[in-house]
């Protein structure tokens, strides 16, 4: 990437970038997947330009971070902060790389795309057009995600980014937005954007058993890297060991993952035509091996018990997406029913990214409840006693810890 511009110091909120850089982190990992998935240039291409805004923030983390630094106190808690600012910076990087394996060309298999419907609903870059109807309403007034399933991720506009857009922002004509959602609502709403039909990819035929397993363990990689970067937050956010000893569990579940790809692509590359058509899925297995790395090492501190500074805190309460806990009370409508029964994303806007079973009553010394659920489904049942680890806007959390607490909605 050619590096342009003068970073000069700025008299900024470190909160303020840390949130950002959180809230870019979290977006650079869920488009470069889809760039791969969809096999989108496109996509790609927006990765790219999010992470060079990256380095800018990163860069200017750390300058503040070392105005701020006067004494060896100020070092001691200061360092995990430091390390959130590099964990980002390296899922930015390694987010790059995965959509540089779709701009270069790098080969990858057919089974990568049909893993698709399991791995990621479709996502589209569309311009919004003068003449689109789209053009100057808020995403409110149009109402797109209850109509059709499909959600604007993020805005770019004159150059600048709006990250998880809400109900008040306005679409400009001009405005590049990043739709995701079901594909016949994505077609639907890239019509009315562009005035342009949206082409699906067609579907591959099935391919090699050894290749599928391996494109399957990419997969299931991507799946544990995204919730150990937000189990590692979280473990921030609470302060929790517990937690942070969860992102340790996925990081090595990472590595064993990535042994057993590494065996299935060896394996399959005997019996492929050409098997520098492998070449991306090696790339793929590497990118999302430093992104659980970097999980891990946003939870360092927490695990070597350096207290978590208030600054990393409360940037996490305050970017885009929040994440929160909640135990499942005896009385909560959620005990006793399952997530897609309890229609917890449509109740509170949120969606629950963890389960992790409440203890047994023989167990009720012992560690704080059974194995994490790891990305839980519709069909996943929520009991009392359960702790519920849901990320989304602000307003959704106080209505889905009320639900799950069976304490009085908030107002």
Sequence with gaps: MELTGTVEYEPVSVKAV?????????????LSYSAVLLRSDDVAAEVLELEAKMDVLQMRARMSLLMACRSTDDAETLAPVLSMVGAAEKISDAAGDIA???????????????ALPEAVETLVRATVTPESRLAGQTLGDL???????????????????????????????????????????????YAD?????????????????????????IIL??????????????????????VAEEVVELE?????????FEAWTLRAAADVDDPVSLRGLVHLARS?????????????????????????????????????????ADDSEFAGTTIGDAAVKTAT???????????????????????????????????????????????????????????????
């Design 349 to 411: 806007g949120m969606r629950i990214i963890a389960v992790r079973r409440g203890a047994s009553e023989s167990d009720r010394t012992g560690r704080s409840g059974g194995d994490w659920v790891v990305s839980p489904g519709p069909a996943t049942p929520l009991r009392a006693g359960d702790v519920l680890l849901a990320k989304g806007t602000r307003s959704g959390a106080e209505r889905f810890t009320a639900l799950a607490e069976a304490t009085d909605e908030p107002a």
């Design 252 to 260: 090595a579940e990472v590595d064993a993952l990535q042994s057993r």
């Design 100 to 114: 540089k394996i779709v701009l270069e060309d790098i080969g990858l298999p057919d089974s990568m795309r049909a």
């Design 18 to 30: 840390l949130a950002e850089m959180k809230d870019t982190a979290e977006l650079l990992i869920d």
């Design 143 to 189: 109402n797109l995600e209850t109509d059709t399933g499909v959600r604007a991720l993020a805005i770019r506009r004159q150059g600048n980014w709006l990250l998880n857009p809400d109900r008040e922002t306005r679409l400009e004509a001009a405005d590049v937005v990043l739709f995701r959602g079901p594909e016949d609502g994505v077609s639907e709403v």
């Design 221 to 242: 990689m991507k799946d544990m890297g995204e919730l150990a970067v937000d189990l590692a937050y979280g473990a921030v956010l609470f302060d929790s060991k517990a």
């Design 193 to 217: 954007a562009t005035g342009e039909t949206y082409e699906p990819p067609e579907p591959p035929a099935g391919g090699d058993e050894d290749l599928e397993r391996a494109v399957d363990s």
């Design 288 to 328: 999302t091996e430093v992104i659980s790395d970097a999980a891990l090492e946003m939870s360092e501190g927490v695990l070597r018990g350096l207290s978590t500074h208030p600054v990393v805190a409360e940037a996490v309460r305050e970017s885009d997406e929040i994440l929160v806990r909640a135990t499942v």
